[in-house]
C-alpha cells in the first residue's frame, strides 16, 4: 500500500517557511552591496569582498549541509557570526542597519544545527552579538534601540520552533495513519484469502472427501462406479492444484484465464456431474462482457453454493442459471431440491452453511452486489448471487480514464 502524502498546499507551505530566511539573508546582502556601491567611498570598496565572502560562504554551507557532518556545521556557522560582526562593525551607520536583520536568518541555521538548551545558548550569543552591532552603529547601547530589534529575534525563533514541532507531529500523524492503513489492508487481505480458501480448496476438498468416502463403499460391490469416483477425485485434486496456484497469482480463478463466466460455469457444473447430486446449468438472456474480478466473485460465490448443495444438503438435483435478462443486474441462481436448513441459524458450525454465505454476502456486498438464501427444513434452498450492471459500467468508465 502506498504511504499518504501531506497536502500540496503543506509541502509548499512548508518549503516557503524553510526558503524565507535564505531570501531573507541575500536580499540584505545584496541590498547592502548595492548601498555601499552607491557611496563609492574607499571603505565601501574594502568592504565589498568580505561581503562577497559572507554571502558565498552562506550559500556554499547550505549546499554542502549534508557533507559538513556533525562538526563542520557548528564551525560553518561561527565563521558566518564572526564575517557578520565584522563587516557590521566596519560598515557605515546608514548601511549597517540593514545588517542587524541577518542576525534572523543565523539564529535558524542555529535552530537547525542544535535542540534543547544548546540551541538556546546559540541564540542568546547571537542576541548579543546583535546588541553590539546596534550599538556601534548608533553609537550608543539604548534598551529603546535594542530591545525591539532582539524581540523580533526571538520572536521569530519562537515562530520557527512552533512551526518545527507541528510539522513533526503532521509527519507522526502521517506515519500513524500510514500504519493504520497498512493494517487495515493487511486485515482485508486476511479476509479475502479466506473467502477464497473457503469457496475454493475448503469445498472441493470436502466433496474429494465424500467421493472417496463413497468408493470406498463401493469397491468391492461396484469398482467401475468406485474407479470413476477415484478418477473424478483425481481431476479435482488437480483442478484444485491449479487453483492453489491461482491464488498465490493474486486470486484469479483458472476458469477465467481464457473463458469467460459462463464457459466456466458450465465446466463447474459439468465437474460436479460425478457428485451423488444430479447438477444441471442454464443460460438466460444474451451474456455480456463483465470484468475480470466481477466474474471470478460470481464464480467463487456459485462454487460455494454448489458445494453446499452436494454436500450439506444431500440434495438429488442441482439446478444452476445465470441470467442476463434484467438489464441492470447479473445473476447467478443456485436452487436444489436437499434437505434445506433454518436461515436465521446459519452460523451453528464453522464448516456449515454459514461461513459460505457470511463469505458470499462479503464479497458481493463489496461489489454492490447481494446474496439472497431462501430455505427451509425439508423444503429445499434457492440461493441468489447478483451483481449490478450500472456498478460495472460506472467503474469501466472510472478505469478507463
Known amino acids: 500500500m502506498p ?10 507551505g512548508s518549503l516557503s517557511l524553510r526558503r524565507l530566511p535564505d531570501l531573507l539573508f541575500l536580499t540584505v546582502v545584496i541590498g547592502g552591496v548595492v548601498r555601499l556601491v552607491d557611496l563609492n567611498s574607499a571603505l565601501c570598496w574594502e568592504l565589498v569582498p568580505l561581503i562577497t565572502l559572507l554571502a558565498m560562504g552562506y550559500v556554499g554551507g547550505l549546499a554542502l549541509w549534508d557533507r559538513l557532518g556533525r562538526w563542520g556545521r557548528p564551525l560553518w556557522l561561527g565563521t558566518l557570526l564572526t564575517l557578520w560582526c565584522w563587516v557590521s562593525w566596519g560598515m557605515p551607520a546608514q548601511v549597517a542597519t540593514a545588517y542587524t536583520w541577518l542576525a534572523l536568518p543565523l539564529a535558524i541555521l542555529a535552530l537547525r544545527m542544535f535542540t534543547g538548551r544548546t540551541a538556546v545558548a546559540v541564540v542568546g550569543v547571537i542576541t548579543v552579538l546583535l546588541s553590539l552591532v546596534i550599538a556601534r552603529s548608533s553609537g550608543t547601547l539604548h534598551p529603546e534601540l535594542v530591545v525591539p530589534p532582539a524581540a523580533a529575534l526571538w520572536a521569530t525563533v519562537t515562530l520557527y520552533r512552533t512551526q ?7 509527519r507522526r500523524t502521517r506515519a500513524e ?22 469457496d475454493t480448496l475448503a469445498q472441493e476438498l470436502a466433496g474429494s472427501r465424500m467421493l472417496l468416502q463413497a468408493a470406498d463403499r463401493d469397491w468391492d460391490r461396484r469398482p467401475d462406479l468406485a474407479r470413476t469416483q477415484v478418477r473424478t477425485v483425481v481431476d479435482a485434486l488437480g483442478a484444485n492444484l491449479a487453483e492453489t496456484r491461482t491464488i498465490i497469482s493474486d486470486l484469479t480463478p483458472p476458469a477465467l484465464e481464457h473463458d469467460d463466466l459462463t464457459t466456466a460455469l458450465r465446466t463447474l457444473c459439468a465437474r460436479d456431474t460425478a457428485t451423488p447430486s444430479r447438477v444441471e446449468f442454464r443460460t438466460e438472456g444474451e451474456p455480456g462482457d463483465l470484468p475480470r474480478d466481477r466474474a471470478a466473485a460470481l464464480l467463487r460465490v456459485a462454487q460455494g453454493l454448489l458445494a453446499n448443495a452436494c454436500e450439506h444438503a444431500r440434495a438429488r438435483h442441482v439446478w ?22 433454518d436461515t436465521r441459524a446459519t452460523t451453528s458450525k464453522p464448516c456449515d452453511r454459514g461461513l459460505g454465505l457470511t463469505a458470499g454476502r462479503e464479497r458481493l456486498g463489496a461489489l454492490g452486489g447481494s446474496l439472497t438464501v431462501r430455505s427451509a427444513p425439508g423444503r429445499g434452498t434457492r440461493a441468489r448471487a447478483s451483481l449490478p450492471v450500472d456498478s460495472l459500467a460506472l467503474a469501466g468508465l472510472a478505469g478507463s480514464r
Request: without cysteine; glycine residues 8%; aromatic residues 4%.
Open 177 to 198: 495513519l500510514a500504519r493504520g492503513q497498512r493494517e487495515a489492508g493487511r486485515l482485508a487481505e486476511r479476509a479475502r484469502i479466506a473467502r477464497d480458501l473457503h
Open 3 to 12: 504511504a499518504i502524502a501531506a497536502p500540496a498546499f503543506v509541502r509548499r
Open 320 to 341: 444452476v442459471t445465470l441470467d442476463h435478462r434484467d438489464d441492470t443486474t447479473v445473476t447467478v441462481e443456485v436452487r436444489d431440491d436437499g434437505v434445506g436448513f
Open 164 to 170: 518545527q514541532r507541528l510539522l513533526g507531529e503532521l
